[in-house]
């Protein structure tokens, strides 16, 4: 992600998703992801990021699919950092109470 992250509010402890809204197109780099309500485009720069953005559906928290979908400290935080970007552009949100279990 470049440039400044938006104020997202993200709570990592929180279940998220990829947003209903969103689009993601696989490249080499990562992939594309395009906001359909806001008609943002956002670049996730690497196939970890992707990894980890799919998997959140399948972790009862942000921190639980960081857990297991990333090795170190340094990249978990990278990531973590990565995931308040996207939620601060709407590409990923927080999952309703109905679909968190």
Known sequence: MTGPA??????????????PQVALRPETFG????????????????AGLVTVVRALTDHE???????AHTGT?????????ALAHLAGLGIISVRPEQEVG
């Open 61 to 67: 928290s942000a921190a639980a699919a960081l857990a």
């Open 31 to 46: 992939a594309l992801a395009y906001h359909y309500g806001t008609r943002r485009l956002a670049f996730l720069k690497s």
């Open 73 to 81: 400290p340094p990249q978990h935080e990278r990531y973590q950092a």
């Open 6 to 19: 938006p104020s997202s509010g993200f709570d990592p402890d929180l279940p998220w998703r990829l947003d």
